[in-house]
């Protein structure tokens, strides 16, 4: 089993409509989750953190925690074609006792339609 | 630029040959990592750095691969001997702390390529 699994798309979705990536993660000691976006060529940049519990909002993105079910998600809202990339949802674990070790899932592949 | 930086940003090496990536730390971070993207396939975790100490290096492919970040100056990842399969995309990214709740912050990477 994969320690963070996400569907690698494409997920099509028109513009202006809500995207939803979604990324399970196996250990649950995992802490800490965050959601990458990467452009093709281009360096994972860090768009949103997140650690209990719940709902986080920031702008147009809304990061979704489900411990219980270790499940993790990311909601777009007015899709834009520069939203374009793929998205990596990332965890860190207490496996082999480091905590702060990034483990990434091979990323979801958005392409908003104009 | 307070970004994490790195150097050189494009780089090629025959079979053998060694390869040094360097990393410098956005402003008022101590601790860097290093992370691998092969072609097609995910972010895969390598070593993990605080100045003069290497604190995780689970990642690290035991052989010919080395990495430290010395009191004065960048962050270092060697790769000695360089075979095909090195050809990659090497990111570093910079944190101010350790703790799991601590984001890291990528640089825009090294793409090494061996003919």
């Known amino acids: 089993q994969k320690e963070v699994e996400q569907n690698s798309g494409p997920l099509s979705v028109p513009e202006g409509a809500i995207a939803s990536l979604n990324c399970t993660y196996s250990d649950r000691g995992s802490q800490s989750f965050f959601w990458y976006r990467q452009y093709s060529g281009k360096s994972p940049e860090l768009i949103m953190s997140?650690?209990?519990?719940g709902d986080k909002e920031d702008g147009r993105f809304t990061a979704q925690l489900n411990k219980a079910s270790q499940y993790v998600s990311l909601l777009i809202r007015d899709s834009q074609p520069s939203d374009s990339a793929t998205y990596l949802c990332?965890?860190?674990?207490?496996?082999?006792?480091?905590?702060?070790?990034?483990?990434f899932g091979t990323g979801t592949l958005l392409a908003v339609q104009p | 630029n307070a970004g994490v930086m790195q150097n050189p940003r494009h780089l090629v090496r025959r079979r053998g040959q060694e390869a040094r990536l360097r990393c410098s730390p956005m402003k008022g971070h101590s601790h860097v990592y290093w992370y691998r993207q092969l072609p097609e396939e995910g972010l895969k975790f390598m070593v993990y750095l605080q100045k003069e100490n290497i604190i995780d290096e689970s990642g690290m492919p035991k052989e010919r691969f080395s990495a430290e970040f010395p009191k004065e100056g960048p962050s270092i990842l060697r790769i000695q001997q360089v075979v095909r399969g090195d050809s990659a995309a090497y990111f570093c990214a910079s944190s101010t702390a350790g703790s799991s709740y601590n984001e890291q912050f990528f640089g825009p990477g090294t793409r090494l390529t061996v003919l």
């Open positions: 990332a965890v860190t674990t207490n496996y082999g006792g480091a905590t702060n070790k990034l483990i």
């Open positions: 997140i650690y209990s519990n």
